[in-house]
């Protein structure tokens, strides 16, 4: 009995308790363990889901990680969610496609030298019908007549869309708002018509709801090539290289020390982050680049823009590169670069 | 437009080539749904056993806090979690976001509230006689706290199996906390979001007949268990 008793001082569940904690404590130490100890350094890259969806960023993660022990961990958001990564110290590198919002994104000093990757076009897709009257118009001309479209139809209780937008302040979502703007509507009323879809996702899902819709969209080149080679939509491009429609794609490290009053974010890993930036920039990766998708779509799907801008040729591109996705006539102003001059001559 | 059939052909050509992609995924889905549960179990079970056994002030409270838990949405839950593991959050210092510890960890915290509501209820299903006869019988208060675990061990299994589908089916928490990067965190619902957002609809399909079967079987076990009971109670009592 005296055995019994001196059982029942610590109950079932308080032993039981510690076994619950015990056991997690094991978890999350061996997380730690395995990620600082054993496993190879992480680097984590916050992207545009363009990139992604369209397979590049898989083929270069291949190749970087076999000549270098780090692993790549690629986490697809819109360029919106990467900075916020980068803001929260979640992610080591950002690549994007917004040039206003990598502006703030630098004078903010959450990130540093910033380096223009590529490039290619964004295009209006839509129906094959094209009921609205666009195909190889100008993009103001285009947006306009889908709105008169939109605003024509006879159903206007917001069952019919003809107009999906990603709605996700990704860069493209960032493109079409100004592109709104540049045909000389006020984006905010637009967004609010009947007609008017926001879904909220990223460009692959954001196709696919306009396809099924019969609807139009604004979308990458890359992304569209590859979803039409691979017969999910039907949508087709339906406008024309111009320079409205320029989409230039950045890649920035995180800044380590981040701006006054916030922890230093003494996780990011920065070294890799900018030998990542140069392995993107050297001449094999922009080859690669430019090469990516040729033969199963017969035309890049980007284009490599380092060697165009060190060389100012093509110069209607590079003119039109730099007016869209230069800041203070450079793609990275001194004051937002920290070593690695070799970068930028 | 989508070919539905080609995909489910593809699909099913993916699944007995036994693609190393595809295994991995429903291999880490299993895995970390796995240690979430028994994790939960660990933390829910003292829980339980508290709440069914003993009488305390505010215990109906508690109980309907966790009650209400069990429906929360797993992306608000994701959330909150990444907040906290962001390096940025309060947690940030342990580095867990984007790897398997946040996901085992977040699925547990996930499941914890449905595991201690079923397993209460089976515990409070009890008979109360049981426990004062394993004490007359000269148990001790632990000894008879775990005769009558095992008098509910239908209910026990039950909130676990319950558990395991939640957490296996969840795709909130695996995307906000995991990332959803290929080959370390991605698992069967996040994998099949990004392999739909891609138009590699092969894959997607593939993984979504897996994860049906694996729900399916699991559903299908818990009927089982059910139907078994009578006969589960009579092999147990010759011991």
Known sequence: MTKHNDDSKMQTWQKLLIIAVLATTIVVAGTITYFTYLAKRRLIISTTTSLYDTGLLDEIEKNYEATHNVDINIIPAGTGIAIQHAQNGDADVILVHAPSQEKTFLEQGWGVNRKIIAYNFFTVVGPEN???????????????????????????????????????NSGTHTKEQSLWKAAGYNYTLISKEPWYASVGSG?????????????????????????????????????????????????????QTVPANQTLHDQINYNDAMDFIKYLTSAETQQFIENYGKADYGQSLFVGAVQPLKDNAPQLIVGWIQSAAFFDGSECPPQYRNGFPELYT | MVDILG?????????????????????????????????????????????????????????????SLIGIPTVVLGLILYLVFSNGGPLGFLGLLYTPGAIILGEAVLVTPILISIMTSAIEAVDPDIMNLAKTLGASE????????????NGVLLSNIASFNRAIAELGVALLVGGNIAGLTDVLTTAVSRYTARGELDLAIALGIILMVIVFLINMIVIAARKAKMLFTLWRSPQ
């Open chain 1, 130 to 168: 094209d009921p609205a009257a666009t195909k190889g118009k100008t993009t103001n001309t285009a947006l306009r007549n889908i709105a008169n479209y939109g605003g024509n139809l006879t159903d206007q209780s917001g069952q019919t869309k003809i107009w999906v937008s990603r709605g996700d």
């Open chain 1, 203 to 255: 460009m692959g899902d954001t196709l696919n709801v306009a396809s099924q819709k019969s609807a139009y969209t604004l979308s990458d080149i890359g992304t569209f090539l590859k979803f039409e080679k691979d017969g999910v939509i039907s949508s087709v491009a339906l406008l024309t290289e111009e320079k409205s429609l320029l989409n230039v794609y950045s890649v920035m490290a995180v800044n």
């Open chain 2, 7 to 67: 995909g489910i052909a593809k699909a099913l050509q993916l699944i007995i080539s036994g693609d190393p992609v595809l295994y991995g995924i429903v291999y880490r889905s299993l895995f970390f749904s796995g240690i979430a549960i028994i994790l939960a179990t660990l933390w829910g079970t003292p829980i339980a056993m508290l709440l069914g056994l003993k009488n305390f002030r505010g215990k109906t409270v508690v109980k309907t806090f966790f009650n």
């Open chain 2, 142 to 153: 632990s000894q008879a706290s775990i005769a009558v675990l095992k008098e509910a061990i």
